[in-house]
T-cell receptor, first 112, second 114 residues
Framework: SQQGEEDPQALSIQEGENATMNCSYK?????LQWYRQNSGRGLVHLIL?????REKHSGRLRVTLDTSKKSSSLLITASRAADTASYFC????????????FGPGTSLSVIP | AAGVIQSPRHLIKEKRETATLKCYPI?????VYWYQQGPGQDPQFLIS???????DKGSIPDRFSAQQFSDYHSELNMSSLELGDSALYFC?????????????FGEGSRLTVL
């Protein structure tokens, strides 16, 4: 399998706190992406980080990538109840652009 | 803005029946991906197409087939349905082959096999 584990599998925090989710992968990649999914809905792209980047920001999101450890983290700052969703990381393969593989996901609950 | 359209949104079938799911990508997107997501599971990559040709294949059962047509819409055909095929099926599209960028997902087709 191209993907490793997502950590944690479930996370419950209070509104205003920060949420950190991690994912690991097994093969070399070109890009790593994070997606969000509300229950039973389609996935929504959050942010993409390329293999030659180490950190990227978008609004309240901060993503880091450590290619030596084959891991990435997603930090959501000042969380809101509306951030409640499942979060997935997804990777392509270094030689396979059209095969984007998703990890197990973290279920985030933000309590108002 | 136009999004990825999937139909039908809900489908109920009996075991051993067949089902066809359709995906209409965003205009000018020529790459289509299919994913299967079981309850509480991550999306599993099934197959992808670029310019009407299969470009990569994942864990798609032999009972399933898919194709991309000249207007870039795609269809996923599922035969001899099994209870385990009950899942959400997502289609996603991107502008083109090469450096993988953002995937734009449809809202999915929920298949229930009884």
């Amino acid at each position: 399998s191209q993907q490793g584990e997502e950590d944690p599998q479930a996370l419950s925090i209070q509104e205003g706190e920060n949420a950190t989710m991690n994912c690991s992968y097994k093969t070399s990649i070109n890009n790593l992406q994070w997606y969000r999914q509300n229950s039973g809905r389609g996935l929504v792209h959050l942010i993409l980080i390329r293999s030659n980047e180490r950190e990227k920001h978008s609004g309240r999101l901060r993503v880091t990538l450590d290619t030596s450890k084959k891991s990435s983290s997603l930090l959501i700052t000042a969380s809101r109840a509306a951030d409640t969703a499942s979060y997935f990381c997804a990777t392509d393969g270094e030689t396979s652009y059209d095969k984007v593989i998703f990890g197990p996901g973290t279920s985030l609950s933000v309590i108002p | 803005a136009a999004g990825v359209i999937q139909s039908p949104r809900h489908l109920i079938k009996e075991k051993r029946e067949t089902a066809t799911l359709k995906c209409y990508p965003i205009p000018r997107h020529d790459t289509v991906y299919w994913y299967q997501q079981g309850p509480g599971q991550d999306p599993q990559f099934l197959i992808s197409f670029y310019e009407k040709m299969q470009s990569d294949k994942g864990s798609i059962p032999d009972r399933f087939s898919a194709q991309q047509f000249s207007d870039y819409h795609s269809e996923l055909n599922m035969s001899s349905l099994e209870l385990g095929d009950s899942a959400l099926y997502f289609c996603a599209s991107t502008p083109g082959e090469g450096d993988t960028g953002e995937l734009f997902f449809g809202e999915g087709s929920r298949l229930t096999v009884l």
